[in-house]
């Protein structure tokens, strides 16, 4: 049997079982977000890891190289938001083909660093290979969370609001917008789905204070909405019931989808690399939560959902309710068509 | 110019430069063995990263998944040992072909997981994506050491002894022996140099009692002692000079070099991933520090040379000295004949 045949999800979950943990050591280990470690003296230490392959996550014909330097950096700093912690340090560790031009990786140093400056993170270190076919970079960002306060995905309750940041299915039209070629369609709009897809925003600020005020569980929509909650409900133990008309989308995507005769709600369930949060909160703590983010950042908070005894993710239109399962795209299972993270 | 012309080290300090460090927040950072950072709450938090690329750095006719999972994790545990520090967690950035095999990937997990334990290091977190061409394994370590006792490159100072932990040239022999199939030679002898360069041990516990011992600089050996050493001398802004009959060399390396009519002088000098720790230390401390690590952990430690005022590295012979350059492996200079570092 090949890596193919069972994708990325079965091998994370053979990983889980494979990999022996210690409990005493690591508060919370693989199948997070971002891991959160113990060490002497009280603050905990977040890390995560991310690779991005050369045509399978991004396209050098869409994206400029400061432009993946940001992304790069910027999705693994989503993943330190998703802990509600903050981001400190981070190493890079390139495999570049001898052909690539200097002043091309100057460029994509200059988006790596300058991502990081933007949310107060350092890159202390890195290693820089050769690699024969294609660029890949794997960038690991070490974060910091107050003792007991990292946001698992494992604490949704019965009776929780499901609630997101931002607006969700804009990285796949900008995706789209990229590989199809639309019709004219009024300015602005191609731009903010570009920007969606080229340089996604990490929600760092609004991870803190979503966690400051009570999230139970939260998670980042990378892969989205449909397998982020399912991610949620299965490792709360507790079904998740998303109202298909609450799910927030800018207008853009929206113009977007109609132009390209392309279905934006399966954008947003299924397109991923949004990186907005998605997280469960008790009700009587939403408003504060919704204001105080607001407030601090411009960003609103919307409810899709709430959070159900039982088990398995459902999808209500109308007073009807259908399951909603993780159909995200997987690197390993999918081998033709345009890559869905190119660019 | 592309990458190729300015080769790794070129790069690196490209890097070095590009790169803003914000000396508040990050002891050491890019250009030792690893970052050393400040968290709150009194202890340092060491972070190193490297990758092995398929076909650059391991050739699968050469190494079993197990033993490649061993190597990914030691030469990383190995940049810890060099900083004096103790390994705590590693994460595992996985780039896979979809036909891979997953019996195979399992081997490699379990010796990713088996040199993690040895080393009382756990594996929390990872990614796993597609790689269009070709493995490409990242392994980041992290690890601890009390505040302020990091052991940099930069502490050598006039006056020290040079020091090595067991001995040089047996991972280059090994390497030698795999590519060049040397007449029959006694036995154990293969299987100690291929030990050497397929199953590298790192030297935790040692660099941990030579740090207590007063090491005041200290490196491992990536990429041959002549690179080392010029490392050292270039931070410390000091001359090494190295007596070349000093230089350790196991009996099986010395063999295999006759036995192919090869330099095992260069092996140890330019070969390199033999992992062993380089380290000065003033000439009143290094009779307790030999005696503490051969106690504790059973390896030699030898002096192979002397740290004096001025620049750049000499190697000794019968009372001549020349210039000891680092004409170590660069992977982006070299691009024909096999990887040095293969298997």
Not at 162 to 187: K, N
Not at 252 to 262: H, K, N, Q
Request: charged share 25%.
């Amino acid at each position: 049997m090949q890596v193919k045949d069972v994708g990325e999800f079965g091998l994370i979950r053979r990983w889980e079982r494979e990999l022996a943990q210690d409990p005493e050591q690591v508060a919370q280990g693989i199948g997070d977000d971002a891991a959160v470690l113990d060490f002497p003296g009280g603050r905990q230490i977040l890390a995560t890891t991310d690779t991005l392959v050369e045509s399978v996550h991004f396209d050098l014909a869409f994206t400029s190289p400061r432009q993946l330097g940001k992304k790069c950096m910027a999705v693994n700093l989503s993943d330190i938001a998703a802990m509600g912690g903050r981001a400190r340090y981070a190493l890079i560790a390139l495999g570049l083909p001898g052909s690539t031009e200097l002043a091309w990786l100057e460029d994509l140093y200059r988006g790596l660093q300058e991502e990081a400056s933007r949310w107060s993170t350092w890159i202390v270190g890195g290693d820089t290979v050769r690699s024969p076919s294609g660029l890949v970079i794997t960038v690991t960002v070490l974060g910091q969370v107050p003792q007991g306060r990292a946001v698992p995905r494992s604490g949704a309750r019965p009776g929780d609001l499901v609630v997101v940041t931002g607006d969700l299915g804009g990285s796949a039209a900008g995706l789209a917008s990229l590989t199809r070629s639309p019709s004219p369609v009024e300015p602005g709009v191609l731009e903010y789905v570009r920007r969606r897809q080229l340089e996604p925003i990490p929600r760092l600020a609004e991870g803190e204070i979503m966690a400051h005020h009570g999230a139970s569980a939260m998670i980042d929509v990378s892969d989205g909405l449909a397998s982020e909650v399912n991610h949620l409900a299965r490792l709360s133990r507790v079904r998740v019931v998303v109202e298909e008309e609450s799910i927030p989308m800018a207008p853009a995507t929206r113009t977007l989808a109609r132009v390209l005769e392309a279905d934006a709600l399966a954008w947003a369930l299924n397109g991923g690399e949004d990186y907005e949060l998605v997280s469960t909160v008790a009700p009587e703590q939403f408003a504060a939560m919704a204001r105080a983010v607001r407030e601090r950042t411009g960003t609103c908070l919307t409810v899709v959902g709430r959070v159900e005894a039982g088990a398995g993710c459902y999808l209500m239109k109308e007073g009807k309710r259908r399951r909603l399962e993780p159909t995200s795209y997987d690197h390993f299972l999918t081998t033709s068509g345009p890559s869905r993270t190119s660019p």
